[in-house]
């Protein structure tokens, strides 16, 4: 039972180690990985998110009451609040900056699942645990998630206003530092030509052109620049490249899908914008391409998901950092604008490593032995086979110390040469002589004590022969019933054991649960 107890306390620590770090010292591990890219203290900090993607109702095809969804929900916030609250925020960044797609099914839901989505939206990424700096401005741009393409939104006008009414303008440009970043509704650009929102995007966009400022700008877009099919994305991307793909409603209606604005919308963006740096969404992975632009490499960065639930297994964020711009005809842009992509917590590699960790805690606890691993005959074996390697070291070491310590005589042969010959010591009888007979005579007392031995497995064995039959003669199925019995045993202590694990680590679990998903 000894063994099976500090199996069970093994163990038990073994879980209390492994919920720490997935809980907790997982995005510990993210925030100590990653670092604003060295900037100086004139530069603006900005941290950039992409793609929370909420799940509701039409995530999964599942009703609003599922148990089901509702705890899908629950554990895709939770990752995203601890990875926002401890990965991202105590960099205290001066700015935070939302590259769309808040929601999954945004221009889909009622306005009560819409506002139910926003309340928790709005609880994920809290501001209310950053004490430094409470108030840090949050900017946001609009996703196909969030709105529609251009042939849902021009038929469903609400959704816009309902967007613009909480998040503030589709359209807008603000500063950090010395650097200018301008926010584009992507969902229009491609729209139907007639568009009244295809129109007004490609006016603001021709009011912002290099003229009107000598700032450098950063173009914000949720949809990627045209890329040509196949193109690298650099070594963070870890799913395959997504080829362009764009779909038409009929009757000029507008886009009902694409995950690249074409190619003349991306060149006409560049060529009036000339942007010093692109950064975009949708695509929920990685990828970093650079641009041919007549006035220079133009690099667009396109950064992953920060949920886990959506389609990315190696969530991240990106911390920028804005400073003063250089001279006019500077030609070195690393020193306006600095990036550093961040990954957060694989969560379903720590899901994984739950389970299989479950797995081997029941093996364990149900193949160990009752009498510890000594039990085993093969252990036996080899502390037997070390014993006798150790006796035999002991014995070579004795008998080469004997002949150090001997006697010797120079003995001249016929020819004069010398040699030195062990004196033959006569050793008296002594006391451990008399010890050693007597030993020798214990011999029998070992026979005898051997007999004696003997006598308790022969009463076992008439005693398993009593039990095989009784008084009247008939036989008893008692080793059937012993078997069972020892398999009920095994089992109630593999359950006992496992409730003792989970008396001391569910609480854990929960306080660790409740600590990161409470508003403080």
């Given at each position: 039972?000894q063994s ?20 907790m ?10 670092s ?7 530069h603006v900090?900005i941290a ?8 509701d109702?039409?995530?999964l095809?599942?009703?609003?009451s599922?148990i089901a969804l ?6 895709t ?9 401890s990965?991202i925020?105590?960099f ?7 590259l769309?797609?808040h929601?999954?099914g945004g ?6 699942e819409?506002q139910?989505s ?8 809290s ?7 409470p108030?840090?401005?949050i900017y ?6 969030d709105?529609g ?6 038929a469903?006008?609400?959704v816009?206003s309902?967007?613009?009414k909480?998040?503030g303008s589709?359209?807008?440009q ?12 992507a ?7 007639k ?19 000598s ?5 914000l ?22 080829n ?6 009929a009757?000029d209606q507008?886009i ?5 604005l074409t190619k ?10 000339q942007?010093?740096?692109v950064l ?17 490499p133009?690099t667009?960065?396109?950064?992953g998901t920060?949920?886990w639930?959506?389609?990315?297994l190696?969530?991240?964020?990106m ?14 842009l690393k020193?306006?604008v ?5 990954f957060l917590?694989k969560?379903?590699h720590i899901?994984?490593w739950y389970?299989c ?7 364990l ?9 000594s ?5 036996n ?12 070291l ?17 003995v001249f ?26 030993g020798?005579?214990?011999v029998?007392a ?8 003997l006598?308790p ?6 005693e398993m022969g009593s039990?095989m039959t ?5 036989k008893?199925?008692?080793?059937s ?5 020892k398999?009920?045993?095994r089992?109630?202590?593999v ?5 003792v ?5 569910v ?8 600590k990161d998903?409470?508003?403080h």
């Open positions: 039972m099976a107890t500090r199996l069970t306390l093994l163990l038990c620590a073994a879980w209390a180690a492994t919920v720490l770090y997935g809980e010292g997982a995005y510990w591990a993210s925030y100590l990985a990653c604003w890219p060295s900037p100086p203290n004139n900090k950039v998110v992409a793609d929370p993607q909420l799940m109702s039409t995530s095809g599942l009703p609003s599922s509702q705890a899908a929900e629950f554990y916030d939770l990752n995203m609040r601890r990875s926002f609250q990965a925020l105590p205290e960044p001066d700015m935070v900056l939302f769309g797609d929601f999954d221009p889909y839901m009622s306005d009560e819409w139910e926003l309340f928790r939206f709005k609880h994920i990424f501001l209310n645990e950053q004490r430094r700096k108030h840090i401005p946001y741009l609009s996703g196909n998630h709105i393409y251009s042939a849902f939104f021009s469903h006008p609400e816009l309902r967007y613009e909480e998040f589709r359209n807008y603000f500063s950090a530092g010395k650097v200018d970043f301008v926010v584009i509704d969902q229009t650009l491609d729209g139907a030509r568009s009244k929102e295809r129109s007004s995007s490609w006016e603001f966009i021709k009011t912002l052109s290099p003229g009107n400022t700032n450098p700008k950063v173009l877009t949720h949809i990627p620049l045209y890329r040509p099919d196949n193109t690298p994305c650099g070594p963070h991307r870890s799913s395959a490249v997504i362009q793909r764009v779909s038409y409603a009757f507008g009902t899908y694409q995950n690249y003349e919308t991306s060149d006409l963006l560049l060529s009036l914008l942007p010093v740096l975009s969404g949708h695509d929920h992975d990685q990828c970093t391409v650079v641009h041919s632009t007549p006035f220079g133009v667009e960065h396109t950064l920060i949920s639930q959506q389609g990315n190696y969530p991240s964020f911390l920028l950092s804005a400073g003063p711009k250089l001279s006019q005809n500077s030609t070195d020193h306006e600095m990036t550093n992509l961040c917590p969560q379903t899901y994984i389970i960790q479950f797995a081997v805690t029941v093996l606890l149900v193949f160990w032995p009752t009498n510890g691993l039990s085993l005959p093969y252990m074996t080899f502390v037997s086979f070390m014993r006798s390697v150790g006796a035999e002991v014995s070579r070491t004795k008998e080469k110390d004997d002949e150090e310590d001997g006697e010797y005589e120079m042969d016929a020819e004069g040469s010398m040699h030195l010959v062990k004196k033959a010591v006569a050793k008296a009888p002594s006391a451990s002589s008399d010890s050693r007979t007597i020798r005579g214990s029998v070992r026979a005898t004590a051997g007999k004696h031995q006598e497995d022969s009463s076992i064995l008439v039990e009784s008084e009247d003669g008939a008893l199925a008692r080793p019933k012993s078997k069972v019995r398999v009920l045993q089992l109630f202590r359950i006992q054991s496992l409730v694990i989970a008396a001391l680590n609480p854990l679990y929960m306080m660790l649960l409740f998903w409470i508003d």
